[in-house]
């Protein structure tokens, strides 16, 4: 066991996953000569060539769409897009064929491709460097979505990426890439569908994922300390498909449900798990589950607007009180 | 070409037509749902292409107009129409469709619905070839219109740069849609337009399956010594709608007439005439022959196949037992 960053977490699986297959190549814009925007490359162009570590020009749509025309005769790319605000560009490749082929062909084609992006909001990039874009991928059959919010669980996630035959979209973090985390010296692999308890509670469960697990845990800290309120905090990193059953189990226990999402809150992962919880485990409930989310506004170039725009560990703190009718 | 070739072009051109205009009735009929586009006037496109390389080893991707091309790779009719009725034992299990057709075992990797989609994947499926070290090309048709996407450019623009091995093949109908080429697209000769890439390129008469010939030839050739894509420009014109939902009122009757002399078919049916190798005689009874083997085989085959079951409606969302999904073996 290591601590190592998230970057060095996503370039060791890079690297594992290169030396093994020949066929599996990345690319993306600047990850290749220049090592990555966030490093998760770095050194790879000196150790596999130009031909699988490829920088690509600024065409997002056409190099998703490369990338899964390869992935048809066996080929494994990882593809980085910069930014998941430049991914809607890529949308037409990655819903109309990646998600779409395998079906469509009536099994005969296989679209194993991983495509990893940041998104969040980081330290005042604006409104189009600022997209949380998640729960537009996560409502596309046929395309898996997760997310991870640990050194460990980016390795972990990649690794079983690669090799699966489904496209993976992995939802990173612009502000992830530094954070340090325990990772096992082994290989290992995650799977693809499924949750994490991050925090065992008994009294409301804490939904998050990505960044706002992070807002979750300490919330919970505060809860504990401060309100005698012992808080769980599920760590959906897979959001499509969502652990229902995880989901159920958790709100079956705590019998309370608080969803923290760092996106707008229209159509988005609250709606989901709530979604879930009414359909899976209504009676198990003994108040009504409740979202903290961002603003429904585009992100402010202000550092105290852009702050106040989504969420932080007091909403959750906050939200959790007024459940309990504590304020 | 000689005459042997070009007898077994016409049968293969003229089963093509028959294949087509039956898929038009049965349209009519209702046992054909969905979008239908029909290749009824371009048959020597994907046939001069094809015929110069190696159908069912090199890859082959194409438009939502890809019935006949998915056959000349190689897929039995009987199949592909079995799709078209929306049966089991079609191609795609009745799960894709006109615009849908597959066959991985032909390498007829797909026909795609999105205008311009198949131009990143075709080079992507030539990155797979690089990778693999074979020397089979992709092939690519699309019609002219998919050129005003982005995609073209972008496709271009990585092919050429990584010296991918693909030959994009522009069938140039003259119509996008129902709007015609010069009231869409300001450079209306679609092989200048890849000179901003530095791909080679050349236009040649599309209806006139010889010259298709020759000139993918040089095409095929030019790709598959590594020298990088190529983009080869066909004029030729589609004697239906852009689907059947097209009530074709945007194209001039003189325009029509003026095409419809230059049907391939008939074309190339007048040469072998005049060149001794066939006759009038022969060739209605060849025409006969493959209205009967429509009818009795292919048609009777769609019609007789069972619906897909029910269960077919979540199988290929995902693929199945993925050990990874679970975590791995590890």
Known sequence: MAEIMFWEALQRAHDEEMARDPLVYCMGEDIGVAGGTYKATKGLYEKYGAERVIDTPI????????????????????????????AWLAMDQ?????????????????????????????????????????????????????????????????????RCND?????????????????????????????EI?????????FGYNVSVYWCQQAAEILSRNHNIDAEV?????????????????????????????????????????????????????????????????IPYNHKLERAAIPDIHNVVDAVLKMFGRT | MDSDLKKKLLRE?????????????????????????????????????????????DYVITSYRDHVHAIKCGMDPKVVMAELFAKETGCCKGLGGSMHIFGVEQRFMGGYALVGGPFPLAAGIAKGIQMKGGDEICICFLGDAANNQGTFHESLNMAK???????????????????????STAVVDQYKRVSSYNIPSAQADGQDVEVVYEAAQKAVDHVRSGKGPYFLELMTYRYRGHSMSDSNAYREKKEERMWGGRDPII??????????????????????????????EVIRFAEESPEPSMDLLHKYVMTENDPYVKGGSK
């Open chain 1, 59 to 86: 065409s997002e749509n056409g190099f998703t769409g490369l990338g899964i025309g390869s992935s048809f005769l066996g080929c494994r790319p990882i593809i980085e897009i910069m930014s998941v605000n430049f």
């Open chain 1, 94 to 162: 990655l819903f109309n064929t990646a998600a779409k082929v395998h079906y469509m062909s009536g099994g005969q084609l296989m679209a194993p491709v991983v495509v990893r992006s940041p998104g969040g909001t980081a330290h005042m990039l604006g409104a189009q460097h600022s997209a949380r874009m998640e729960k537009v991928f996560m409502g596309i059959a046929g395309l898996r979505v997760v997310t991870p919010s640990s050194p460990r669980q980016a390795y972990g996630l990649l690794k079983s990426a690669v």
């Open chain 1, 167 to 195: 496209p993976v979209f992995i939802n990173e973090h612009e502000m992830m890439y530094n954070m340090k985390g325990d990772v096992p010296d082994e290989e290992y692999f995650l799977p693809l569908e499924g949750s």
């Open chain 1, 198 to 206: 991050s925090r065992g509670g008994k009294d409301v469960t804490l």
């Open chain 1, 234 to 298: 599920v760590d959906l990193y897979c959001l499509s498909p969502l652990d229902r059953e995880g989901i159920k189990r958790s709100v079956s226990k705590t019998h309370r449900a608080v969803i923290v999402e760092e996106a707008e809150p229209a159509v988005g992962v609250g709606a989901e798990v709530m979604a879930i919880i009414n359909e899976d485990c209504f009676y198990e409930l003994d108040a009504p589950p409740v979202r903290v989310s961002a603003e429904n506004t585009p």
């Open chain 2, 13 to 57: 051109m003229l089963f093509a037509r028959r294949f087509e205009e039956r898929c038009y009735e049965a349209y009519v009929e209702r046992k054909i749902g969905g979008f239908l586009h029909l290749y009824s006037g371009e048959e020597a496109c994907a046939h001069g292409v094809l015929e110069a390389a190696r159908p069912g080893q």
């Open chain 2, 161 to 183: 740069l990584w010296n991918l091995p693909v030959l994009y093949v522009c069938e140039n109908n003259l119509y996008g849609i129902g709007t015609r080429i010069d009231r």
């Open chain 2, 267 to 296: 074309m190339l049916r007048d040469s072998l005439i005049e060149a001794g190798e066939t006759s009038a005689e022969k060739f209605k009874a060849m025409d006969a022959e493959i209205l009967e083997e429509i009818e009795n």
